[in-house]
């Protein structure tokens, strides 16, 4: 910072640093596995390198799934892969958790989710067995979930050139309200709400994986969030955006909105709903559970005045039982998450550094 | 063959293997190459575990996308994982082939292609200058094709979970006119067009994996076809079924037509288009060209009365100068191909058995 030069006033510093932040620098000649934790690696990578060749208005807003209009009718459409390992975990396995995820993205574009094609890289050696069971758990999550999966391909690779099998799905719904969700709609004022306890897929996994050595009763939470975001929809005009708090957790899904649509978010720490379990496996682990992996869980910004009915409709529904309000957004300091901590402070919730977590997604 | 039951009249019989021809058994207790190889024991995966869980009308046609109706619009949707090796190949790039591979399964249902979300699972180590090249490639391809990606994924995998880079594409399309492309459409009589010379794909990259030692000059065809398909459905309204030559190459796609249309198909050897280099190459290997890789050649059922006009309009595209009729559809015997060789026999060009190619895609 140069003293000497009057024309860095305060607010041209604070947006210039703004920027960086928006846009993390991508420094490292090769992928790591920080790449794909979904914190600032990852940003920094999509930015860098998807974004810069690829951008365009709607690919850059990095939704959960991107919102079209194909011959006057709206549309969602999303990808993801899912590398999952194990492939079987309590709670799911890598074929559920395809549909869910692919459903739930869909979900927070405020679609409803309709086709799905799926994509198998299969490992040479995988078990035919193992195989028919993941996908008679997608067909098993399409039925419920009120899907069709489609399309579909099978490439087999050699052994060891992947990890028995990988998933890459996606999927279209039809957006049938005359809503716009998404990060550019969220205002100061808006309430946050959460739809269930956090963490307990990310927990599950990481136990079934055999990396803590732990024995806890914990299941995934995977789930298609379809018909909660229906509800949702149904009885708080006022949602602005949704989202499916997967990689990276909560914090993430904050941070991202944050940046996004400039804003400050403050959340309460104390009303993060955590099972015992996880937070006593995540203590163990020193990681904060806000940045734990979930397969079922909704981020929704809501406008203030709808935000008790919101909170009240998730509640109905099986799956939001146990929602909760656990933050406000606020005019500043944009792109900042700030967490009033159960002891009485306060503290950045930052974008996650590095690869704290073991890859479970 | 039980020739004392009377009721097992030849019809029944024929009925009989014709079933099993269509349902091939899965014996294997694991993945082995050969369910990635395109041909029998592919069909026999697809069939056994894929159809039988997740089977419906519109997956069980097995096209190369299925195509949807959504809010009252006609839309294609594909998808398609690519695994590749080497990423880079003369003519081409995993990225580029990518959206080719995915515009080209739309082209084949009649519908424009739009939109395409793309996954990627990236291998710990993977150089980010060879995702940036490939990620270029994709963006030059996608103006080309008039697609945009308008959504992603980036999965990260530990070093020996991969292969470089695996790239799951999906797209969807909008279908414009009212026709209805498909295996069920195919009648006898109709004549079989070839976009150009097979199997340069194929070729191409096994020349690029080293595994031939041989020093040739070829290209992949790596290419968008849905303009050669528009100005053939302009052309030709008596169009068919498409279908886009890839994995397992052009005998795969006349089995699997033959099959599911249950009708006999007649092809003349002679008149199949191949480029000297690959006949060599192919000869050395001891392969059929038919059963190579191509990623922008269409196969085209066309009615007779409208193949010449087909056939013009094909020629008359820059990618398909090289368009050529190389056989015909035939009421009997169903649900086989029969190939009239340069030699003046007749022989049964079958499904792939085993694994007899070098993974490629």
């Given at each position: 910072?140069?003293?000497?030069?009057?024309?860095?006033t305060v607010?041209?510093?604070?947006e210039?640093?703004?920027?960086?932040?928006?846009?993390?620098?991508?420094l490292?000649?090769a992928i790591?596995?920080?790449?794909?934790a979904g914190?600032k690696?990852t940003?920094a990578?999509?930015?860098r390198?998807?974004?810069?060749?690829?951008?365009?208005?709607v690919?850059?807003a990095?939704?959960d799934?991107?919102?079209l209009?194909?011959?006057?009718v709206?549309?969602?459409?999303?990808?993801?892969a899912?590398?999952?390992?194990?492939?079987?975990?309590?709670?799911g396995?890598?074929?559920?958790?395809?549909?869910?995820?692919?459903v739930?993205?869909?979900?927070s574009a405020?679609?409803?989710?309709?086709?799905?094609?799926?994509?198998?890289?299969?490992?040479?050696?995988?078990?035919?067995?193992?195989l028919?069971?993941?996908?008679?758990?997608?067909?098993?999550?399409?039925?419920?979930a009120?899907?069709?999966?489609?399309?579909?391909?099978?490439?087999?690779?050699?052994r060891g050139?992947?990890?028995?099998?990988y998933?890459?799905?996606?999927?279209?719904?039809?957006?049938?309200r005359?809503?716009?969700?998404?990060?550019?709609?969220?205002?100061?004022g808006?309430?946050?709400l959460?739809?269930?306890?956090?963490?307990?897929?990310?927990?599950?996994?990481m136990?079934?994986?055999?990396?803590?050595?732990?024995?806890?009763?914990l299941?995934s939470?995977?789930?298609?969030?379809?018909?909660?975001v229906?509800?949702?929809?149904?009885?708080?005009?006022?949602v602005?955006?949704?989202?499916?708090?997967?990689r990276?957790?909560?914090?993430?899904?904050?941070?991202?909105?944050?940046?996004?649509?400039?804003v400050?978010?403050?959340v309460?720490?104390?009303?993060v709903?955590?099972?015992p379990?996880?937070?006593?496996?995540?203590?163990?682990l020193?990681?904060?559970?806000?940045?734990v992996?979930?397969e079922g869980?909704?981020?929704a910004?809501?406008a203030?005045?709808?935000a008790?009915?919101?909170?009240a409709?998730?509640?109905e529904?099986?799956?939001?039982r146990?929602a909760?309000?656990?933050?406000?957004?606020?005019?500043?300091?944009?792109?900042?998450v700030?967490?009033?901590?159960?002891?009485g402070?306060?503290?950045v919730?930052?974008m996650?550094?590095?690869?704290?977590?073991?890859?479970?997604?």
């Amino acid at each position: 910072m140069d003293a000497g030069n009057r024309r860095d006033t305060v607010p041209d510093i604070l947006e210039r640093i703004e920027r960086a932040r928006r846009r993390p620098r991508l420094l490292e000649k090769a992928i790591t596995m920080a790449h794909g934790a979904g914190g600032k690696a990852t940003r920094a990578l999509v930015d860098r390198v998807f974004l810069e060749a690829l951008g365009n208005p709607v690919l850059d807003a990095l939704e959960d799934a991107a919102s079209l209009e194909v011959g006057g009718v709206r549309l969602a459409l999303t990808t993801d892969a899912f590398t999952v390992h194990p492939p079987f975990f309590p709670g799911g396995d890598i074929g559920c958790l395809a549909v869910h995820g692919t459903v739930n993205d869909l979900a927070s574009a405020g679609a409803r989710p309709l086709y799905i094609a799926a994509a198998f890289v299969l490992e040479e050696g995988f078990p035919i067995e193992d195989l028919r069971r993941i996908v008679a758990s997608m067909a098993s999550a399409a039925r419920e979930a009120g899907v069709q999966v489609v399309a579909g391909d099978t490439k087999v690779v050699q052994r060891g050139k992947g990890d028995g099998i990988y998933i890459a799905a996606a999927g279209i719904g039809i957006i049938e309200r005359p809503i716009h969700l998404g990060a550019d709609q969220v205002r100061p004022g808006d309430r946050i709400l959460v739809s269930g306890p956090v963490g307990d897929h990310g927990v599950a996994v990481m136990v079934a994986r055999g990396d803590l050595d732990l024995e806890i009763d914990l299941q995934s939470d995977t789930a298609p969030l379809w018909s909660l975001v229906e509800r949702l929809l149904d009885a708080a005009p006022g949602v602005h955006c949704l989202r499916d708090a997967t990689r990276g957790g909560v914090a993430t899904v904050l941070n991202e909105i944050a940046l996004a649509a400039q804003v400050g978010i403050r959340v309460w720490e104390a009303r993060v709903p955590v099972r015992p379990e996880v937070r006593g496996a995540c203590e163990i682990l020193g990681i904060d559970p806000l940045y734990v992996a979930n397969e079922g869980k909704l981020v929704a910004f809501v406008a203030p005045e709808d935000a008790p009915a919101a909170l009240a409709a998730m509640r109905e529904h099986p799956l939001g039982r146990e929602a909760a309000e656990i933050g406000v957004v606020e005019a500043e300091p944009a792109g900042t998450v700030l967490l009033e901590t159960e002891i009485g402070g306060v503290r950045v919730l930052d974008m996650l550094a590095g690869d704290p977590l073991p890859r479970i997604c």
